[in-house]
Every structure is written in C-alpha cells, then in structure tokens.
C-alpha cells in the first residue's frame, strides 16, 4: 500500500521516541493500564502520533475496561486502515493509519453498548490528543 506520508526508517526513528517507534513501526503494544491517553476524559481530538492525521473524536471514546484507550468508531472510514493479523496464534483485525501506515491497535466486535458494537483498542503512544478550545 502507498501512503501519502511515506518516510524512511531512519526519518521515523529520528522523529519518534524509541517506545513510539516500536509501537508505530513495529507494530508494538504498550502494557496495558499505562497509557497516558487511558483516562483522558476532556473533549477533544485523537490524532496519529506519527503524521497528525486526525483518527477519534473524544465523543466515541468509552470506558472498556481492557487497559488501553477504546473508540467505537473513528472520524471517518478510510481515516483508518483495517487489515487481517495472524500473529501470536490469533485471527485479530490490526488498525494502522491511512495517511502514514502506523500501527495504531486492533479492532475487535466487542463493544458491547455502543452504537457500532466495535471497540477500536488503541496504544496511547500511538495517539497524540489535542483538547477542543473553550468557546
């Protein structure tokens, strides 16, 4: 697939962190019950940690209980790629971004009580959040 941020690995290393780096390039999972992101609460905007690329509004985010920050759906569909993970012996749905190709989580059908019935389970290292201003 070709993305419309395209950067080599020594770019993204430069400009990540080494644990963003292993999350966003390296398809990497942060512990779970860490994330900075978890218990953000404000309105606002979830954005790609790597481009900037907008990806949740605060509005779709909800309590999960799995550890990691949780969305049942994203700003729009193509804001997010979907592909098929068979890694660690399981059938997973990996969500990554569409602008840049970043890991982002994986989506799983769980969301139980949520309009979609998704639960988007995202890396807080692989978010960056932006609160809405105060009008």
């Known amino acids: 697939m070709t993305y419309s941020v395209n950067k080599t690995?020594?770019?993204?290393?430069?400009?990540?962190?080494p644990e963003q780096y292993a999350v966003l390039r390296q398809a990497g999972t942060e512990r779970a019950w860490t994330g900075e992101l978890l218990d953000e609460s404000r309105a606002g905007l979830y954005a790609c940690a790597a481009c900037g690329s907008e990806l949740f509004q605060s509005g779709t985010k909800f309590d999960s209980h799995c550890g990691w920050p949780s969305f049942y759906e994203s700003v729009r569909p193509e804001?997010?790629?979907?592909?098929?993970?068979?890694?660690?012996?399981?059938?997973?749905?990996?969500?990554?971004?569409?602008n840049c190709g970043s890991h982002l989580g994986h989506v799983f059908p769980d969301g139980f009580g949520t309009p979609t019935g998704d639960r988007y389970c995202m890396n807080s290292l692989s978010l960056s959040f932006t609160p809405e201003t105060e009008k």
């Open 79 to 98: 804001a997010v790629e979907l592909i098929e993970d068979r890694s660690h012996g399981m059938v997973r749905t990996e969500v990554r971004c569409a």
């Open 9 to 17: 690995d020594d770019q993204w290393r430069a400009e990540l962190s």
